[in-house]
Nanobody, 127 residues
Framework: QVQLVESGGGLVQAGGSLRLSCAAS????????MGWFRQAPGKEREFAAG????????YYADSVKGRFTISRDNAKNTVYLQMNSMKPEDTAVYFC????????????????????WGQGTQVTVSS
């Protein structure tokens, strides 16, 4: 059974940092791009960051570029999201996801292009 489990969420003051982790089990995802999405109350789920299957390419939403860093450790089947200089508008439930395409050469911001999802972890940034 495939399972993605996020951890590392919590409450942080504006300007602070958090590091999210997403551990996958049930199968290896080393040949699949992975992404972090977030969903604020009353809003649609949106792309935040993505990383290619090899880890050589990363992609960020303009809203997080320069503050967030995505990385992966294929040996541990884990993807990370380092979040620095956090803002109240970063408050959301954060989800990790695995692309549905084997060794995809580009990246996708669309929720529908991801096959597996974690349950989400709450991140709250106070002002």
């Amino acid at each position: 059974q495939v399972q993605l489990v996020e951890s590392g969420g919590g409450l942080v003051q504006a300007g602070g940092s958090l590091r999210l982790s997403c551990a996958a089990s049930g199968r290896s995802f080393s040949d699949y791009a992975m992404g972090w999405f977030r969903q604020a109350p009353g809003k649609e789920r949106e792309f935040a960051a993505g990383i290619s299957w090899s880890g050589s390419s990363t992609y960020y939403a303009d809203s997080v570029k320069g503050r967030f860093t995505i990385s992966r450790d294929n040996a541990k089947n884990t993807v990370y999201l380092q979040m620095n200089s956090m803002k109240p508008e970063d408050t959301a439930v954060y989800f990790c996801a695995v692309s549905s395409v084997y060794r995809r050469s580009d990246y996708s911001l669309k929720v529908t292009d991801y096959a597996y999802w974690g349950q989400g972890t709450q991140v709250t940034v106070s002002s």
